[in-house]
């Protein structure tokens, strides 16, 4: 699933299924699952009435390859467990986000918002504000390689890497822990880059736990 310019989610694994959340339900009452026709209504009430531990027993594993500043942010959910790519082993990837023109037409300083952008640039503003970006990235790349050239250690050469560089890792969660990343970071008043890896994550939930999913985030956009 392609984000961004460079950058995207795929699933590595998942583990559990809607079936098993109420299996997990019942464990109490020795029951089983019993069939969609009565057991969605289960589903139902437990979502709704904050019976959350049965979702923790099921969940997914993805990979990202995302902006430094998108893993950042990511990383915030303390309720995940990651593994990302380490700048003191390996070069970092000669790739970079350069936000779109649209996008840099709808990314000026927003008034009210003191975190967030509005619509206020035009075009030819726009196209001004990218090649700022995108010199800024080229002269901190290639300051980075000669850095390395030189023979300096690759956990100091990185220091002159901006935010903008892609970077990899893998983040893995339980159900209940992931539909709480996607509560958050669906919403409008995320930034938009994260809420594109957001929708993205949304769609494996979606595909892996379909009826968990209309019940919990039905009215997100993904």
Known sequence: MNVLDHGYVKEVEHWGSDERIIESARMSTDGGFHGWETDYRLLSFLWQHAHHTP??????????????????????????????????????PNEYYIPSI???????????????????????????LGNHIYWATHDARKHYEQ???????RELARLVVPVNQYTRFRASANLRNWLGFLGLRLDQAAQWEMREYAREVAAIIQQRFPRTFDLALKESSV
Do not use: C
């Not at 979702?55 to 942010?73: C, Q």
């Not at 649209?102 to 000026?108: D, T």
């Open 102 to 128: 649209e996008r840099l037409m709808a990314g000026k300083q927003a008034n009210k918002n003191k975190q967030g952008s509005e619509e206020g640039f035009t075009h030819a503003e726009a196209d001004k």
């Open 147 to 153: 850095l390395l050239e030189s023979g300096l250690a």
């Open 55 to 92: 979702f923790e027993m099921a969940g997914v594993t993805v990979e990202v390859y995302a902006p430094i500043f998108v893993t950042r942010e990511w990383e915030r959910h303390r309720t995940q467990s990651y593994n990302e790519l380490s700048g003191r082993y390996v070069t970092l």
